[in-house]
């Protein structure tokens, strides 16, 4: 089936601008996961919806930083007033719930590429 | 969750075996071991999964000391587009947890 999928692909803005990247998750997965890798860094984690429950935020990385998921689907992530800094790739994954008892692996799209000039 | 080390960089001669350590001493009894690779500009891959006992799938073989306290990645044989950054992960439930990626090991598989 389609796998996750995100847009834009690339996004390329002036500093100070709002961005929106959209993540659409795999069908069935209640969990969806956002994460950046910058150049010459690793994988870092930003926010993660599951279901219902308030949203894990504690890896954004400033209050410019947002993301909702609307009817428990596709989600946005919003930058405010971007930097330079904010330069990197951006990408979601998403899975089945899991819970107490078992772990799903993560699935994750091509992401999109951010360059703030 | 436990902190995972893992080489920087491993060659590997294409049709060969290619051998990923990790090694993750910290680990607790209710931490899984996880991989995942990243072929360069795409998001990272699942690859495989284990708690204690070895694993095998279509992809490779995760092999974990009996102190669990290191794992392998075996790609029983290795191809070009094997060459990729492989990440070893620890996890622990609740299933929809976050992934802590460390630098990973950058595989070069050569012919």
């Known amino acids: 089936g389609a796998g996750v999928s995100q847009s834009p692909s690339n996004k390329v803005t002036e500093k100070g601008k709002d961005v929106e990247l959209r993540c659409d998750p795999i069908?069935?997965?209640?969990?969806l996961y956002w994460y950046r890798q910058s150049l010459g860094q690793g994988l870092e984690f930003l926010i993660y919806?599951?279901?219902?429950?308030?949203?894990?935020k504690s890896g954004l990385p400033s209050d410019r930083f947002s993301a909702e998921r609307t009817g428990g689907s596709v989600s946005t992530l919003t930058i405010q007033r971007t930097q330079q800094e904010d330069s990197a790739v951006y990408l979601c994954a998403s899975s089945l719930a899991g819970g107490n008892s078992i772990i799903y692996e993560q699935y994750f799209g091509p992401g999109t590429r951010l360059t703030v000039t | 969750d436990a902190k995972t080390t893992q080489p920087p960089s491993m060659d590997c001669a294409e049709g060969r075996a290619a051998n990923l350590p990790c090694n993750h001493s910290?680990?607790?009894?209710?931490?899984?071991v996880y991989w995942y690779r990243q072929i360069h500009s795409q998001g990272p891959q699942y690859i495989i999964h284990g708690l204690k006992n070895n694993e095998t799938n279509e992809m490779a073989s995760l092999i974990i000391t009996e102190d669990r306290k290191s794992s392998t990645l075996i790609l029983p044989h290795a191809t070009l587009r094997d060459t990729a950054v492989y990440y070893c992960?620890?996890?622990?439930?609740?299933?929809?947890?976050?992934?802590?990626f460390g630098a990973g090991t950058r595989l070069a598989v050569h012919p």
């Open positions: 992960i620890v996890r622990s439930l609740p299933g929809y947890n976050k992934l802590i």
């Open positions: 910290t680990i607790s009894g209710n931490e899984y």
């Open positions: 069908s069935g997965h209640t969990a």
């Open positions: 919806f599951q279901g219902n429950s308030a949203p894990d």
